[in-house]
């Protein structure tokens, strides 16, 4: 088994960076501009503040360089950046790295849905009801996204390819969500009374319709 030596830089804005420089050299507020104007913003938290510090951090690691110093009219010397030699190789291997590997992610709502009992049937069922709002309207807007970009010919299948990735995750999720508040509104989720004592914890088992206990 050959172990992986850790990433000097792990941040996945750090790829995008990358990503953006392989096209042409930019200065940072052009790479936030089109990570915006493509809505990578989905796939990747850009804001002014992280971003500079990533570019910072690449610079100090060797993987970017300056390359250039840019004015555009009265607006601050802007200074441009492009890819070394070892930053073009680490691009490549972070994402060939990325793509074989599951790793774990700890995603919030997976937190949240381990103690979806804390709710309570109707509480937990009003929670994912609106959830299932804010997912139905970002798929919409999504398929919007889409049909404008990769529908319409403007830009090719594959430079949306992680927006297409996330829209199957979101219809997923609802999938999953909207089943799981049809179970807890007919009953078919058994939701357990819990009870303390000196012994530890005790719940209730699950009945049939008849009050038989299974």
Wanted: some cysteine.
């Amino acid at each position: 088994m050959i172990l992986m030596a850790k990433r000097k830089i792990s941040n996945t804005l750090a790829l995008a960076v990358l990503g953006l420089l392989q096209e042409q050299p930019m200065h940072p507020y052009e790479m936030a501009s089109t990570l915006r104007e493509r809505h990578k913003d989905s796939s990747f938290k850009v804001n002014s503040g992280s971003l500079y510090d990533t570019v910072e951090a690449l610079v100090r690691h060797g993987w970017i360089e300056p390359v250039e110093t840019a004015r555009e009219g009265r607006r601050p010397e802007r200074t441009v950046y492009a890819p070394t030699e070892l930053g073009q190789r680490e691009f490549v291997r972070w994402i060939d790295e990325l793509l074989r590997t599951p790793v774990a992610e700890y995603p919030k709502f997976m937190a949240a849905v381990s103690y979806l009992g804390a709710l309570g049937p109707d509480g937990a069922a009003e929670a994912l009801t609106e959830r299932a709002g804010h997912l139905e309207r970002r798929i919409e807007e999504t398929n919007t996204v889409l049909a404008d970009t990769v529908g319409s010919g403007q830009v090719p299948r594959l430079f949306m390819i992680e927006v297409e990735c996330a829209l199957h995750a979101w219809e997923a999720e609802l999938a999953w969500t909207r089943r799981t508040i049809a179970e807890i509104r007919d009953g078919s989720l058994f939701w357990p009374e819990v009870e303390r004592t000196e012994q530890g914890w005790t719940w209730s088992a699950p009945t049939d319709r008849k009050g038989t206990t299974r």
